[in-house]
């Protein structure tokens, strides 16, 4: 059919953010033991709390098996072969973007990140990770005006080394899975975020992930705590160049919201997705949870993920707080052979808490897009309710697209809705537009931005604009 | 457990047939189903052994009917009570499937088994001799509606098989009807093959006493224009699981389900339905209900199959719960895995209570609390038992559940 071919043809956009930035690295020997963890926790400068946890969880993890129960189809990662620690070699402590390596600024202008002075137009600090450390951050000195902190983890551990300890591994223990234990016993850096009480942070916070090596994965670790009335957006983009070889990414992401306080965490993925022949591209085994301790806290997820040949990821909210909220908002396409299995996870703890999930698939080509996802109301979550929806969009007839949501009740006076539904870009609809002079991309693009309404509105407008960007590129696009 | 003591060893089975022989060897390595895979994983493991506890009731048990009388058109058989039927007259005829017919079949279906998912007919298959086998072949129109009953003894476990093939352009209603007795297990394993343009109202009345435990599997296959309607009832059974497995192995045909469970105390009863498409066209509606009072445990797990070959598939699927204590608890899970892109698939979920309103609304009208919930509750069965076939009047179905809550 010439329409369908049009449709992937529309899919089939390349991926802009493939190469390689030719840097002077450091990087630490292949392998993983006891050794490279203190090691790593050396080079950090870290104290020996944080040692005892990555020794605690590099245990754990040897006692664990691979989870298998996604279905997913890849070769067996040899965790031998992966380097845990490459930075760009630099200056010890930079004291100014000046003594940044213009090297490592013309990548991040190249993604379009502005890290340079006369770039931070836009009002959006950023932190920016290359491979295992972070380069920079910018507008600190603004934020630490309202009592904001925002720095690498690293730093973090060093200049709040009190806050670290006392919430670091509380929203996902060591223990808790697989890729969670990995990451707590090897991660190199990622971003910290404090919000005093009652502060709403003034801009929004961004990172920005970009995996330059191909041997080494990435192992960034996000810690967000919002103080009792404070509330901030938080924004993260990936990207990585192309490889024929397979990167590991095994992300921690753990959220704190104390009493009415509010966090929007709002992801763009575009790690490479492989080639067509599903060659290369990056295995993106991510934990992500929020834990709403405080009363009327509320924790928003929104992700727009196009990226990764394997997805495997769950960001969850664990409600305890008497009538607070989570939300988890989604597009998820997949094209190639990429495989994605997505979802969310709502424990409903507390009373009267409430939860919306929205969760859009789209599967084009080879690929796989599945939504896994657990809704669970607890004994004591009297008078909660949760909704949910999830549709699924196929182009083409290779695609596959898969519901698993799990639901559990244990309460009564709670209410649980869920729909799901699939359908495709019709003949019918794209005639009707052409019809009425609309081009074929464009009509395409109108549906599926359409379909994807409803999560679009959810995103920042940072985001949001990128987003719509990226339907307009075909599907595939730029990442902000 | 010494059911899978007995498998294990599987010397102490007298005059194998060809089938169990085969069934006891897919067992011998593994005897029981993985408890950790999607299908078990909810179940019950102490409910669960003490299904498997009783010793196998090998000997003729007579049945003393307890049901209403039926009415002179309806054939009413019951498996394992000798029962033999031929009958054949100008419009229809009703035979006893011949012994090649039916090992031919069974070893067909055994073929494609899979260790954890069929487990239930394994075990059947396994357990169950030549008597308690019921094979029918049925064909023509203007069929009497047929009720069928497999029914377990005190202190024994009870396996019954029924396979049903209907000839192509056949028409008939079938209610089935599974009893548990006191301290009981009953392994009930359903075949049915609908031929070509053939239509089938099947009903399922599954109920229990103290402590009776059912583990029934139904599949069926259907060919193309087929029409397949299902409602089913399950309640009283301390642990019950009921198993449908749906192929329209050429696309092109119908299937209605409408299912209801409802556990009390701290029962556990169980829903497993698959519903595969092998062709294009095809059509499904399906809904299922449950009720969980008490400390007891409702599970409803539905998946949706539908290959690149089953194009302009209808599917949809609705999961209804009724969660009435704060002790009970309820799991659905309905899932679709979908290739086919020109499909139109849907799936819904919602567990809640009794609505508050509607209660209050009745209650200023002068109605009692107890009298509006069942007032409710009745709209909520109502639903699934008009959808059951064959004199389902006649067994007060509804005031057996009304009268129950």
Redesign the interface.
Known sequence: MVNENLVKDVVKEPYKYGFVTDIETEKIAKGLNENVIRLISQKKEEPEYLLDFRLKAFKKWQKMKEPDWAGLGYKQIDYQDIIYYSAPKQKEKISSLDEVDPKLLETFDKLGIPLTEQKKLTNVAVDAVFDSVSIATTFREELAEHGVIFCSISEAVKNHSDLIEKYLGTVVPASDNYFAALNSAVFSDGSFVYIPKGVTCPMDLSSYFRINSGDSGQFERTLIIAEESSSVSYLEGCTAPMFDTNTLHAAVVELIALDDASIKYSTVQNWYAGDEEGIGGIFNFVTKRGKCLGKRSKISWSQVETGSAITWKYPSCLLLGEESVGEFYSVALTNNLQQADTGTKMIHIGPKTKSTIVSKGISAGNSINSYRGLVK?G?KAKGSRNYSQCD?M???????????????????????????????I?EDQLFYLQSRGIQFEEAVSMMVSGFCRDVFNQLPMEFAAEADKLLALKLEGSVG | MQIIEKIKTNKSFDNQTEIQKICLDKLKSSPLPNPKSEEWRLSNKSKFSNFLDYSLNEKDQKFDTPFPNTSQSNIRLVIGDNCQINLINENYSIKQLSEDKLVKYIKEQISCFDQNENWSDLLNLSLNCKKNTLGLKISGSEIPPIEIFSHASSNSLNAKTLIIFLEKNCDIDLLQINLGKDNSSLSQSTFFCLEENSSLNHGVVSYGENKSNLLNSLNVIQQKNSEYNLGSLHFKFNYARFEIRIKQSEGNAKTNIKGMQITKKDEQISTYTKIDFNGPNGFLDQINKSLADDKSHAIFEGSIIVPKIAQKTNASQLSRNLLLSNLAQIDTKPQLEIIADDVKCKHGATISQLNEEELFYMRTRGITLTEASKLQLSSYFQEIISFIPVSKDKWDLLDKLLNEN
């Open positions: 109301m004994t699924s196929l182009i083409g007839d290779q695609a596959s697209a898969n519901t698993f949501p799990y639901i559990k009740s244990q309460q009564p006076n709670s209410e649980i809705e869920h729909e799901a539904s699939t359908c495709r019709s």
